[in-house]
């Protein structure tokens, strides 16, 4: 792996002081890398990378971005900083067209920039030039995603991090969804995914980690990940806790 982009050591945070769901996870993301997060329904993937963005309260452990540690940054920094965020849900404005919700994400850029980044997401994202008079919350699945893509690469992030971004789309927009974030690491973008859909994830990322009950357990290539027999076993529950790497949660 190239020098970390990012760098988290034994993140514990919840949205509880005392009760954590993230109880010591770490993982490292070399740049231009896609890195994928996994884990059973209940890991605390979400609540890790919503600490590692701000949002979620950390009680203890790391987050490095370019070696500059970030722990605990309000999440409006943290875009300044050089980490863009794209939530599950409610990424977009609904009310505002295309063009407006690309205007206020780039509001961090030099005002004579802005109009020329938006040509750039134009060019990168064909389908939203074509309805960039239209409101967000008119789009289709897959194009409200595109867009909220577009308002977090606007500003030119060192770190890209989406949070599940094929949930609730059509196997049509799935496919197209992750062939859109293949092309932006070949942009040289880094990104860093939590995602459900475990193949699909795994057959753009290079590495993946597998959270279980908030902790990190396993790791490794992830175009071999798919196979790995210690993958499912998490998955399904049925491996000793003890025989995993990082012991009991």
Known sequence: MSEPVLSVRNLIA??????????????????????????PNGAGKSSFIKAIAGLVPVESGTVEL????????????????GLAFVPQTENVFPLMSVE??????????????VPARIEEMYATF????RHR???????????????????ALIVHPKLL???EPSA??????????????????KSGVTILLVEQNAKAALAIGD??????????????????????????????GQRPASSIKGGSA
Do not use: C
């Open 14 to 39: 919840g949205y509880e002081p005392g009760v954590p769901i993230v109880r010591g996870a770490s993982i490292a993301v070399g740049e231009k890398e896609i890195v994928v997060v996994l884990g």
């Open 66 to 81: 370019a070696g500059r540690d970030i722990t605990s940054a309000p999440a409006h920094i943290m875009v300044r900083l």
């Open 100 to 113: 407006d919700n690309l205007k206020v994400a780039g509001g961090i850029l030099k005002p004579k920039d």
């Open 126 to 129: 064909p389908d939203l030039a």
């Open 133 to 151: 008079r239209i409101a967000a919350g008119n789009l289709s699945g897959g194009q409200r995603q595109m867009l909220a893509v577009a308002r």
């Open 161 to 163: 991090v989406l949070d």
């Open 168 to 185: 609730g789309l059509s196997p049509k927009f799935v496919s197209m969804v992750f062939d859109m974030l293949s092309e932006i690491r």
């Open 207 to 236: 590495r993946a980690y597998v959270l279980v009950e908030g902790k990190d357990r396993h790791e490794g290539v992830a175009s071999e990940l798919w196979n790995d027999p210690v993958v499912a076993e998490l998955y399904l």
